[in-house]
């Protein structure tokens, strides 16, 4: 080989060399179990997961105690509103019906210093349709019985009386006390006597 060949060998050796990645110096053994513990993430030791689960027992404990003194005072304000409604619920219909009330004491007072029975009529008559059309606007309806088909739902029997004529067995010859219904539910069952 000439030296001309042999300088054009070493040329090309040196440009491979210098293309490869220089390679890292070995580490001794222990050295790369070091760095490789380095590394990665450590794993937590077993106290370490115990101290972790314990904290978030606490916290969810804390959370849970949170929410049932929530959930207790939610339970104990709603029973109070409750209780204020059924103990003040009536409170706007007796208003309405203080008017009715004091037509009634200005009627007895007119009985006491008047003689005129037609006016006295008039009065009470007066009062008697005021006070029916406060019942209508809250929704209390009289129940129509006389003539009626008994209706155990609406109606409850005091008496059975031989009835005047075959169409009226079974039906209300009489009511001593009107039935109400408010709203779409019996209030007070009419009292009344059946045909038999």
Same mark, same amino acid.
């Given at each position: 080989?000439? +030296?001309? #060949?042999k300088n054009k060998e070493m040329k090309q050796q040196r440009q491979a060399a210098a293309q490869e990645p220089a390679a890292a110096p070995e580490a001794p053994t222990g050295q790369v179990e070091e760095q490789q513990a380095e590394q990665a993430p450590a794993e937590p030791t077993r106290e370490e997961r115990i101290a972790e689960l314990e904290a978030a027992l606490e916290k969810e404990k804390k959370e849970y105690l949170f929410l049932m003194a929530d959930f207790d005072n939610f339970r104990k304000r709603t029973r109070q509103e409750k209780m204020d409604l059924l103990k003040n619920g009536a409170e706007?219909?007796?208003?309405?019906?203080?008017? &009715? &009330? #004091? #037509?009634?004491?200005?009627?007895l007072e007119s009985i006491a210093h008047s003689d005129d029975v037609e006016s006295l009529k008039e009065g009470v008559?007066?009062?008697?349709?005021?006070? &029916?059309k406060y019942l209508e606007q809250q929704h209390v309806t009289a129940i129509e019985s006389t003539g009626k088909d008994f209706d155990a739902d609406l109606h409850e029997a005091v008496t059975m009386f031989p009835a005047p004529d075959e169409s009226m067995r079974g039906k209300v010859i009489d009511t001593?006390? +009107?039935g109400y219904m408010i709203n779409d539910k019996v209030l007070r069952h009419a009292k009344v006597v059946v045909g038999q």
């Open positions: 080989m000439s +030296k001309k #060949d706007g219909a007796m208003r309405e019906l203080l008017p &009715v &009330v #004091d #037509d009634f004491e200005r009627a008559t007066l009062i008697y349709n005021k006070f &029916v001593p006390t +009107k």
